[in-house]
């Protein structure tokens, strides 16, 4: 089909008209009203208090380019979307499909921007009516101003936002939960078999009492697992 792009099939083109309401109530299917969290699978369950990820909380995964961060976040998908959550992956031009189904997340529940360039603070808050979910990996340092709006629209949608970020450009605001990746480590035989990350907890109120810990991601099945 001339001048139809793999961008055109996922992203937004400017300007973005509000989502139809019947699209809204198509991918919408678990109401607010029936749970203040949403779930999450092993082995973050037992990381974070609760064992759920809050209803309007921002979740910032930290990591250095290559240490595993975008496996961590993607893999904090996987237990909602299996239970019928609906997600959005904003800003991560190649996110490996197939390395997402190993992790557990069901792709027909998740709705990809993969290219929104400047744009990627508004075409994540475009998504917020429509999903439970919204994992945006900004294309540079984050400015101040839109990560406050984002995050103020996040926790008045009552969705969860997951911000994909680097140590040389922190998300610039403190984060309700937070994951830092401080040291990857491949395990191999005569071919990769697992990485171990050693993740770093913190975050607000119980989650202050966070820690330091060993993580599988992935593990010889794809899979996220405890050590």
């Known amino acids: 089909m001339s001048g139809y792009s793999y961008e055109h099939m996922f992203a937004f083109s400017p300007p973005r008209p509000p989502l139809p309401p019947e699209l809204l109530a198509a991918v ?10 949403l779930p999450l699978g092993d082995p973050w369950r037992a990381l974070v208090p609760g064992t759920a990820l809050r209803r309007g909380s921002t979740v910032v995964v930290e990591a250095p380019v290559g240490l595993g961060g975008l496996s961590l976040a993607l893999s904090l998908l996987s237990e909602a979307s299996t239970q019928g959550h609906w997600a959005a ?8 499909v197939v390395a997402m189904v190993e992790l557990g997340v069901d792709l027909r529940r998740v709705l990809f921007v993969p290219r929104p360039r400047g744009a990627w ?7 917020l ?20 709006r984002l995050m103020d629209r996040v926790r008045e949608r009552g969705t969860v936002l997951i911000a994909l970020s680097d140590p040389r450009a922190p998300w610039p605001l403190p984060a309700d939960l937070s994951f830092r990746v401080t040291q990857a480590e491949w395990v191999a035989s005569s071919r990769l078999d697992a990485r171990y990350l050693t993740v770093r907890v913190s ?6 009492r966070g820690g330091e810990h060993v993580v599988v991601v992935p593990n010889r099945r794809g899979r996220a697992e405890a050590r």
């Open 28 to 37: 919408r299917p678990v109401s607010l009203a029936k749970s203040r969290t």
């Open 89 to 96: 992956v904003v800003g991560v031009d190649d996110p490996g």
């Open 121 to 127: 603070a508004e075409s994540a808050a475009d998504l």
């Open 129 to 148: 009516d429509g999903v439970d979910l919204v994992l945006v990996r900004p294309p540079s340092r984050a400015g101040h101003g839109a990560a406050r």
């Open 203 to 208: 975050g607000r109120g119980e989650a202050i």
